[in-house]
């Protein structure tokens, strides 16, 4: 099996080469004893392994799926995605596949990619990413009954998805199931699908099929309409993003070796297994940084030349097999020294100035528009050395001078206690809101640069696996709001949890990837400290000599379903910047509607204890909220002014003229306004 390194997939496609007749449009001919009822969603709403909702004749219309066809709306130059949802009746459904028939136009293969998702059980809530103080930091599908101010009451067995089997992994379909796949009886199976819209596609409607075939025959074809709205995204997104990519846990998963060492054969194997890691994070506008051991051993002033196709984009353009947005574009950020691991600290102030001029005078001269960092410190508690370390880069009269540096701690602590710091990063979970802002203000009159990382509700959306699917949705939102310059992940292939003596994890069957060796509590399921599911794990390995029996022998990685979420919000956000510059009243209203509060706007309870607050969430947790938020985006842009009528309560009203198929099928959707309930 040939491996296509732009996506991190194998690259033959099931691909029907014409379009047939459907004589059923979606429904089962009247013999069919195998799958028994399918729709589509956004992938937002997140449908666990035990729904059966449209079987249970619930009602799972939706702006993506009007109950015969998939109808989607997406720019030149963006990634559109679409979620499946096949159920089984009382008896296995074996031998499944799908195929998408070509979409009408010039569209080339490889630009439409089908997935097979696959779950990991949730047996306890991520304590990282939200407290259980208060039940409205809990995603609302687990939260107990509460009080008003959101004291809860019951045990882990009254939280209504206790226990379920979540969507996480997007597995190339033609990897996953070559002789197609099986569903348990009452049980349901999604599949994922993402559609890229190369620059050139004509503006309108275009349409397809999506043919479902049990054994060997087809036994449901839905068809897909997609509107084409006549406006490109950047290539380079707006919203700036930087993640962590490690190397022991990529060379055990994937060549059985320690990454200290390899040589020859084997170190080359990594840099193109890391190389695919660049390619999809790309492909999901996403950025990586890494600790690249060649210049954290000795001072040399300048990235190993693995990082040299990644810096000038020359990895991301089809003579590297890749194909998607940003082609020819680099990846827009180096860290230096990441997580303190930069090699000349016992040189003091000398060697400092020395060294962050080499890298200075070398990016100037080579890829200036890259940003570029000293990663002096993470998580630091003593100040004192930071600032040391800040003041002698900041007082270099050499060109080290303008290199930002860049340490983990809280906002204020910095602007009072490392003043010369010019790249703060803070992992935002409460604060005093007075206080916040002011460091902010202050920082940002001193030309500083504010990074968020990770993520903790309310605050913000966050990353464990069992939040809602729309909480990465949000995280661009937020960030453009606050201002934050970019958004780290502090990891993305965690595979080994050495930090809390767990050793090797399946992360293939187990949810859990960070935290203590579990316990059971009676409130929140498994426990332990710093119990989390998904944390610093956004790619899965494409080959695993760890866990052998989950291999696909592939040599890339496979993509969460997380990081597709998070592409979706940063994707918003370049409509975003594009309706502001037709009209900005009404496209900050539209952000000030979907994300009223975010990180220290929620301020704090108790002044005396600024570690706490009650609140509930601030955005909508209704996938159709942010596709109209989309919806009046693209309106903006097209003509200036939405032909939706927005409100802070989010309801929106059409005005008399030029609604075109996407808006009304939003509208009606909006007016009916169909609560999906659940077997």
Known sequence: MGYDSRMGRA????FSLTLLAAPWLGAPPAHAEGIKALWANDGGDKVTRDETRASHGLDVTNPCWDGKTVRLFGAKNEIIAFNMVLEAGNTPVAGVK???????????????????????????LSRLSYETYDERHVPARFRRSHTA????????????????????????????AKDGFSIPPRRSQSLWVDIYIPKDTPAGLHTAQIEIIEGSEVTRIVPLSLDVRPFTLPDAASTRTMVFLGYDDLA???LGKDADGLSGGDDAALQRIRDRHFQMAHRHRISLIDADPGVSAVPTGRPRPAWIPRLDGSLFTPAHGYRGPGEGVGNGIYSIGTYGTWAWKSGGEKAMQINTDMWEHWFTANHPTTERFLYLIDEATEHGKTEEWARWVRSNRGPGRKLYTFATLPLPDAVAKAPSLTM????????????????????????KRFVAYNGKRPANGSFATEDDGVALRQLPWAQRKMGVHRWFFWES????????????????????????????????????????????????PGTDKVFPKESYDVAGPVASLRLKHW???IQDMDYYDLAVRKNPAAAAKILKAMVPQALWEYDIDDPKDPTWVRTDISWPTDPAAWERARLALAQIIEGGHPDIKWTESLSIKPKKAGLGWTDKILLKYDHVRRKVGRP
């Open 98 to 124: 799908a195929r998408f028939t070509p979409l009408t136009g010039q569209w080339d293969s490889r630009d439409i990619e089908l997935f097979l998702v696959r779950y990991l059980q949730i047996r306890g």
């Open 424 to 447: 703060i990063g803070s992992w935002f979970t409460s604060g005093p809101k007075g206080l916040w802002e002011k460091s902010f203000v202050k920082s940002k009159a001193e030309d």
């Open 252 to 254: 055990r998963r994937y």
């Open 567 to 569: 592409r979706r919000g």
């Open 149 to 176: 101010n959101g004291i809860g009451r019951g045990t882990w067995e009254d939280r209504p998805d206790h226990d379920k089997f979540y969507p996480e992994i997007a597995v190339p379909l033609e990897m996953a």
């Open 11 to 14: 690259s033959t496609l099931l």
């Open 493 to 540: 292939t965690y595979y080994r949890d050495y930090q809390n003596g767990r050793g090797n994890t399946d992360v293939w069957t187990n949810a859990q990837t960070f935290g203590c060796p579990p316990t059971q509590d009676v409130v929140v399921g498994e426990a332990g400290c710093n119990h989390s599911n998904g944390d610093g794990v956004l790619f899965y």
